[in-house]
T-cell receptor
Framework: QQQVKQSPQSLIVQKGGIPIINCAYE??????FPWYQQFPGKGPALLIA?????SEKKEGRFTISFNKSAKQFSLHIMDSQPGDSATYFC?????????????FGKGTKLSVIP | NAGVMQNPRHLVRRRGQEARLRCSPM?????VYWYRQLPEEGLKFMVY????????ESGMPKERFSAEFPKEGPSILRIQQVVRGDSAAYFC???????????????FGPGTRLLVL
């Protein structure tokens, strides 16, 4: 049972466009939602994270929107650049039993074309 | 400013051999997580360790896989009698001690890519 569903699987945008990646979760115990960026052959790098008591968080060109009632959250990348071309993963965790294991979505491969 | 370190970066094993993957957490971090990533897939949690303790191994296969995080030295993920299906990228992540702000924030290493022939 996939607990975090991510869409789309792939996305192509023009430079300067605003790609939007969506995630939906099922487990209401989740209380921490990070986004990771991964380049080929590299490890995931933390981009931005949010908690359910906030509806939006912005860091630089990256914005998370969070809808607690719908159990959905999304990543927006403003003024996207070719260097943003990577795979993006949403994730979620809950502090159940003292373990903060992350449950990941399947990823979105973003291509930003010049 | 050393981040999470993993070695080896690439490992080739024949079926039936053992694979040992090492992870050194970020300085000051005492929590280590191991994840496995299959091609074109997201990461799947395997095990969570603190120094000398396994806290959560709910994602670890019951056979052939083991993990440790000794008092001194790196965390080790050990796969005995490897099979082709074990071929994947294995990532280690570390996080700060409990009671620090955002202790659930995890920082990932570059991964070990295991290929089983």
């Amino acid at each position: 049972q996939q607990q975090v569903k991510q869409s789309p699987q792939s996305l192509i945008v023009q430079k300067g466009g605003i790609p939007i990646i969506n995630c939906a979760y099922e487990n209401t115990a989740f209380d921490y939602f990070p986004w990771y960026q991964q380049f080929p052959g590299k490890g995931p790098a933390l981009l931005i994270a949010i908690r359910p008591d906030v509806s939006e968080k912005k860091e630089g060109r990256f914005t998370i929107s969070f809808n607690k009632s719908a159990k959905q959250f999304s990543l927006h990348i403003m003024d996207s650049q070719p260097g943003d071309s990577a795979t993006y993963f949403c994730a979620a965790s809950s502090p159940g039993a003292g373990s903060y294991q992350l449950t990941f979505g399947k990823g979105t491969k973003l291509s930003v074309i010049p | 400013n050393a981040g999470v370190m993993q070695n080896p970066r690439h490992l080739v094993r024949r079926r039936g051999q053992e694979a040992r993957l090492r992870c050194s957490p970020m300085k000051g971090h005492s929590h280590v997580y191991w994840y496995r990533q299959l091609p074109e897939e997201g990461l799947k949690f395997m095990v969570y360790l603190q120094k000398e303790n396994i806290i959560d191994e709910s994602g670890m296969p019951k056979e052939r896989f083991s993990a440790e995080f000794p008092k001194e030295g790196p965390s080790i993920l050990r796969i005995q009698q490897v099979v082709r299906g074990d071929s994947a990228a294995y990532f280690c992540a570390s996080s700060p001690p409990v009671r620090q702000v955002l202790q659930e924030t995890q920082y990932f290493g570059p991964g070990t890519r295991l290929l089983v022939l």
